[in-house]
């Protein structure tokens, strides 16, 4: 099981970035996939979370109207759209799958990827 991140970089105040989530190693359309952030000294939080057939997101209300949580179950690929952002969205971002089944909970994590605004 994999999920490779990619997308994070510096971008000034106002600006846009796009993050993208590749899955491999399990049915990815069977799976809820959400964003999470850490930024250093706070605790990991929920960004965006989208169900498996991408009929229902919801987001932190630091984020919505911002940020938009979309994925491609044909590429395996769960994607983060942030616009107008704001120093404090400067964090590590992880996405993560997650499937509940009446016998065990599958719960899977990426390594992350940084995202810096700052001018």
């Known amino acids: 099981v994999q999920l490779v991140e990619s997308g994070g970089g510096l971008v000034q105040p106002g600006g846009s970035l796009r993050l993208s989530c590749a899955a491999s190693?399990?049915?990815?359309?069977?799976?809820?996939m959400s964003w999470y952030r850490q930024a250093p000294g706070k605790e990991r939080e929920l960004v965006a979370a989208?169900?498996?057939?991408?009929?229902?997101?919801n987001y932190a209300n630091s984020v919505k109207g911002r940020f938009t949580i979309s994925r491609d179950n044909a590429k395996n690929t769960v994607y983060l759209q942030m616009n107008s952002l704001k120093p404090e969205d400067t964090a590590l971002y992880y996405c993560r799958a997650m499937r509940l089944s009446i016998f065990k909970k599958f719960d899977y994590w990426g390594q992350g990827t940084q995202v810096t605004v700052s001018s």
């Open positions: 989208i169900t498996s057939a991408g009929g229902s997101t």
């Open positions: 190693g399990f049915t990815f359309s069977s799976y809820d």
